[in-house]
C-alpha cells in the first residue's frame, strides 16, 4: 500500500476549491515536500530537517552473525551447474588425464615442458578465490562510480563467474558468449582421451610419406626452404624435417636438462595465455610500456578504469574472451613437441620460406584394439605448437599447413575420431615484417548435394544425407589458435588463411596485438563449408598504441547444411589514438539449408581515430549467371566459375611457394577446384534474395 504525504491531499484540495486565490495556492506549496513512509516526496524543494533526522535513525546497519548468517561460499561454488555443464568439465578431465598423481615418477611424460607444463597445470587445477573487488574511495585511481561497481548483499554468497566453477580457466559452457553458436552437445559427447604413440614414423617409411607429402602440395626441396618442421601425429620427424642452429624442434629434453637451459624469452612466451590470462603485456628492452598502474604494465588496466575489462576471470572480461585460454593451457600441459622459429636480427630469409607440417594419419597414430570395444570407440588428440619470433629489422615468410596423409576412402575400421588442439605464437620485434600463410586442409571432402532431397530415385541406395551422417571425418574437431604479438616499434604482419577442411567441428581464433607505434597487421581470410560441417571463425584486432593500423578481409562460402560463423572483434584503447582499423566480411550462401552468422564489432574508447566495419551475406547473381551462360557456360560451370572468383582474391595472397601453380594435381588451384566441385548449386534456390552479389 502506498502512503501519500499531508501535503499531496491538500494540493487536491486546494484545486477543487475555486474559491482560493493564487497567494493561497503558493503559501500552501511553500509547505509542502514531506516524505512518505516511502521515503518519496512530491513537491518543490527539500522537506523539513527533523523529518531527514528521523529517516536516518530508521538506517540501522545489520550485524553479521546476529542479523543474518554469513554463508559458506565455498558449498555454493558449484550450485549453478547444469547437467551440460557437469558434462563440459567431465569431457575436459579426459582430456587432461591423470592429475592425482604427484609424485616425480614418469615427470617427463606427465610434464613433456618441464616446469612450463606444471606450473600451467597447476593454474588450471586452482579454482578462482571467491572474493569481491574492494570498496574503492574517490581518492584511489582505479575508483568507479558506485553504479559501475555491483554489489552483493552481504548474506547471498559469493559464485564465481560462469565456466569457472571447477577450474582455474574457462571451460566451455553451452549458453556463454563464446561457445552460443557452436555445436558444443556434439563436441562434449565425443571421446578424445587418448594419446598417439610415439614411434609412428620409422626411417623406412621416409620415401613413402615425402611421396604422399609431395602429392598432397606440402613438401619443400631441402634449396626450397629455409627449414622444414614435420610433425606426423603429433610427433615431429627428423627424417622429414630440415633444421637450422634457430629452427628446429623442442623437445622434453631441452626444458628438464639443465645443461641446455633456454632463454627466459622463449619460456616466458610458452607460458603465455590469451584471453587475458597472462595480464602482463609483452614488451622490448628499451621502449616505455604502455601503461602504469601499480608500477607493472597490465592487459586489465588498459583505458581504465572505467573503460578497462578488468581481471581474466571476471564476467565482463568473459564476455568478450573467445574461449580459447583453457585450450591453449591444455596444448602447453600435453605438447609433446614445440616447433621453434628464431629468427635472429636483421635476417632476411622471405625469399626462401619456413615450413610448418601437421599431418594425420587415420588411425591418429593408435593401433586399433578389437578386443577392447569401449577403447576401439574413442578418439585421439594431438597438441602441435608453434613459436616464432621474429628478431629485429627481419624478414621471413612461413608456410603452415594441416593435412591428411591416408586418403579417406581408406580403411574405416582403422578410423579413429581426432581432435587437433593446435597453438601458434608470433612475436614480432622493432621493424620485423612477417608473412604467415596459413592452410587448413584435413578431414577429407564433405558429401555433395545433402541440401537436395530425393536426389536418387533408387530408394536402395543411401542418400547423401545418410551418407554425410556416416562419414569419419564428421566426429573430428579442429581446434586452432593463433596468437600474434607485434611488440616492436614499426613491426607488420600480413596474414591468408584458408580453412577449407572437411572435419564436422572447427574453429579458428585468432588475437593480434599491436603495442607500439607504427605497427601494421593485414588479416585476409577464406572458410569454406559444406555437408553437416560447423565452423567458427573468431578474430579479434587490439589497438594499443598510438598510430597502429589493421585491414581485415573475410569471405566465407557455406553450402549443403553446414552452418558458418564470424565474429570479428575490433578494440581500441585509450591511448591507441591516431589508428585505422577496416573490417570487411563477405558470405555467399549456396543453399536453402545453409546457415551463416556474420558479427563484426566494435569497442572505440578514444575519438580521434579512424574505423570501419561492415558484414554482407548474399547469393551467387543472377545477373553474373545470365553473361556467362549467354557465352556459352552451362549452369554448373558458370556457378563453379563465379565461386572461384570468389575465392581468387584469398589465393593470391598465399605464398607463391605453396601455390604451385602448375596444372598437377598437387597445386593449390587443383585442390581448391576439386572442393568447390562438391558445393555446387544444384537446381533454383527456392527462397531468393533481392541481394544477390559476389
Known amino acids: 500500500m502506498v502512503y501519500f504525504s499531508s501535503s499531496l491531499v491538500s494540493l487536491f484540495i486546494l484545486l477543487s476549491n475555486t474559491n482560493n486565490n493564487v497567494s493561497s495556492f503558493t503559501t500552501n506549496i511553500k509547505r509542502s515536500s514531506t516524505f512518505t513512509p516511502l521515503h518519496m516526496s512530491f513537491g518543490l524543494g527539500p522537506g523539513e530537517q527533523v523529518e531527514e533526522e528521523s529517516i536516518a535513525s530508521e538506517k540501522v546497519e545489520k550485524i553479521a552473525g546476529i542479523d543474518y548468517e554469513i554463508p559458506d561460499h565455498e558449498l555454493y561454488r558449484k550450485s549453478r551447474l547444469t547437467k551440460i555443464d557437469e558434462k563440459a568439465d567431465d569431457w575436459f578431465a579426459t582430456l587432461l588425464g591423470n592429475t592425482d598423481d604427484n609424485s616425480d615418477e614418469n615427470k617427463d611424460v606427465r610434464y613433456p615442458l618441464g ?166 603485456l609483452p614488451t622490448e628492452d628499451g621502449q616505455k610500456d604502455i601503461v602504469e598502474v601499480g608500477g607493472s604494465n597490465k592487459l586489465s588496466k588498459l583505458s581504465g578504469p572505467n573503460h578497462n575489462v578488468g581481471n581474466a576471470t571476471t564476467q565482463f572480461a568473459i564476455n568478450n574472451q573467445q574461449g580459447t585460454a583453457i585450450f591453449a593451457a591444455l596444448n602447453t600441459v600435453k605438447t609433446k613437441n614445440v616447433a621453434l622459429v628464431d629468427i635472429p636480427n636483421d635476417t632476411t630469409c622471405d625469399d626462401l620460406p619456413i615450413l610448418v607440417v601437421n599431418a594425420w594419419t587415420n588411425n591418429g597414430g593408435i593401433e586399433v584394439d578389437n578386443s577392447d570395444e569401449e577403447e576401439e570407440q574413442k578418439g585421439v588428440a594431438i597438441h602441435p605448437r608453434l613459436l616464432v619470433l621474429g628478431g629485429k629489422r627481419s624478414k621471413s615468410s612461413i608456410i603452415q599447413g594441416t593435412i591428411d596423409l591416408d586418403d579417406e576412402d581408406g580403411d574405416d575400421a582403422k578410423t579413429r575420431p581426432k581432435f587437433y588442439n593446435g597453438y601458434t605464437q608470433l612475436y614480432l620485434r622493432e621493424g620485423s615484417k612477417l608473412s604467415h600463410s596459413y592452410l587448413e586442409e584435413s578431414g577429407g571432402y564433405p558429401t555433395p548435394k545433402v541440401e537436395v532431397r530425393n536426389v536418387d530415385a533408387d530408394q536402395n541406395s543411401p542418400t547423401p544425407q545418410e551418407i554425410e551422417s556416416q562419414r569419419p571425418a564428421l566426429q573430428n574437431t579442429h581446434f586452432d589458435i593463433i596468437d600474434v604479438h607485434t611488440t616492436g616499434v614499426n613491426a607488420t604482419y600480413d596474414h591468408t588463411c584458408l580453412g577449407v577442411g572437411g572435419n564436422g567441428r572447427s574453429r579458428i581464433s585468432m588475437c593480434t596485438s599491436m603495442y607500439q607505434d607504427g605497427c601494421n597487421v593485414n588479416l585476409n581470410g577464406f572458410s569454406l563449408a559444406g555437408g553437416a560441417q560447423r565452423s567458427d571463425i573468431r578474430t579479434t584486432i587490439h589497438h594499443i598504441s598510438p598510430n597502429t593500423q589493421s585491414t581485415q578481409i573475410q569471405k566465407n562460402m557455406v553450402g549443403g547444411r553446414a552452418t558458418t560463423l564470424f565474429k570479428g572483434r575490433i578494440r581500441i584503447e585509450e591511448k591507441a589514438t591516431g589508428s585505422d582499423s577496416e573490417q570487411l566480411s563477405r558470405t555467399i550462401l549456396l543453399s536453402d539449408t545453409s546457415k551463416v552468422w556474420a558479427i563484426p564489432s566494435l569497442e572505440i574508447v578514444p575519438s580521434e581515430i579512424k574505423c570501419s566495419h561492415g558484414a554482407t551475406v548474399s547469393d551467387l547473381s543472377d545477373e553474373e549467371l545470365f553473361y556467362l551462360r549467354s557465352r556459352g557456360f552451362d549452369r554448373l560451370a558458370a556457378r563453379k566459375l563465379l565461386m572461384q572468383a570468389f575465392l581468387q582474391e584469398c589465393t593470391t595472397k598465399i605464398a607463391p611457394e605453396i601455390l604451385m601453380n602448375d596444372e598437377g594435381e598437387s597445386s593449390l588451384s587443383s585442390r581448391l577446384g576439386k572442393r568447390l566441385q562438391g558445393l555446387i548449386p544444384q537446381g533454383d534456390r527456392k527462397y531468393k534474395s533481392n541481394y544477390q552479389s559476389v
Open 115 to 280: 616446469d612450463v607444463s606444471k606450473n600451467i597445470m597447476k593454474r588450471i587445477l586452482t579454482p578462482v578465490v571467491l572474493q569481491e573487488d574492494p570498496i574503492r574511495s574517490e581518492d584511489d585511481p582505479e575508483w568507479k562510480p558506485p553504479a559501475w561497481t555491483p554489489r552483493r548483499l552481504p548474506w547471498n554468497p559469493i559464485l564465481p563467474a560462469y565456466g569457472l566453477e571447477t577450474y582455474g580457466i574457462v571451460v566451455p559452457r553451452r549458453n556463454a558468449e563464446a561457445w552460443r553458436h557452436y555445436d558444443l552437445p556434439g563436441l562434449l559427447a565425443t571421446d578424445y582421451s587418448l594419446d598417439p604413440t610415439s614411434d609412428t614414423i620409422l626411417i623406412d617409411d621416409v620415401d613413402k610419406y615425402k611421396v604422399i607429402l609431395q602429392k598432397k602440395g606440402y613438401w619443400l626441396n631441402d634449396e626450397q626452404c629455409t627449414a622444414r618442421l614435420i610433425c606426423i601425429n603429433g610427433q615431429h620427424s627428423p627424417s622429414l624435417s630440415k633444421t637450422t642452429d634457430t629452427m628446429y624442434n623442442l623437445q622434453s629434453s631441452d626444458f628438464t636438462n639443465n645443461d641446455n637451459k633456454l632463454r627466459d624469452e622463449i619460456v616466458t612466451c610458452l607460458e603465455h595465455l590469451p584471453d587475458g590470462y597472462t595480464d602482463e
